[in-house]
């Protein structure tokens, strides 16, 4: 008994010696972070919704020419531009042009209005932040 338990010991202490060998070597993917704010594209702060979060990711495709409509937000977005072209009026607080590569953290409860000013369809990443029950976009 005392054999099986000397080798129970031995098997152990090396699985140990190896899981921490293990973690010892493990390394993260690199991050590259496209963008953190704490305020939208056009400087207001970032306020939540009350209530029961809810994240809601989805892609938004534009054909060349086609416009949103004069909209808002009642959550929080971020939005990557995937392809593309998008050029977005916020109003009194101007125009914006967006461009493949571009991260933004859109306007809140502002209206604005997009439309794809680009040669061929503009793709959109988009990730709200938002609550159940809260509408993410508002048309006015």
């Known amino acids: 008994m005392a054999i099986q338990t000397s080798k129970f010991k031995l098997a152990f202490a ?3 010696m190896w899981s921490g060998a293990g973690h010892a ?3 993260y ?3 590259e972070v496209l963008l953190q704010s704490e305020t939208t594209i056009i400087g207001q702060p970032i306020v939540y919704p009350r209530g029961q979060a809810q994240i809601t990711v989805a892609i938004v495709t534009m054909e060349q020419g086609q416009v949103t409509g004069w909209h808002r937000h009642e959550a929080p ?3 990557h531009m995937l392809e593309g072209e998008l050029t977005v009026d916020y109003g009194a607080d101007g ?4 461009r493949a590569g571009d991260t933004l953290i859109e306007a809140l409860g502002s209206r604005h209005n997009g439309e794809n000013t680009g040669a061929g369809i503009a793709r959109i990443l988009v990730v709200f932040a938002g609550a159940v029950g ?3 976009t508002v048309s006015e």
Not at 95 to 98: D, E, G, I, L, T
């Open 14 to 16: 090396a699985m140990v």
């Open 25 to 27: 070597e493990t390394s």
């Open 29 to 31: 993917p690199p991050v």
């Open 77 to 79: 977005l971020a939005a």
């Open 95 to 98: 125009k914006r042009v967006y």
């Open 134 to 136: 809260t509408p993410n």
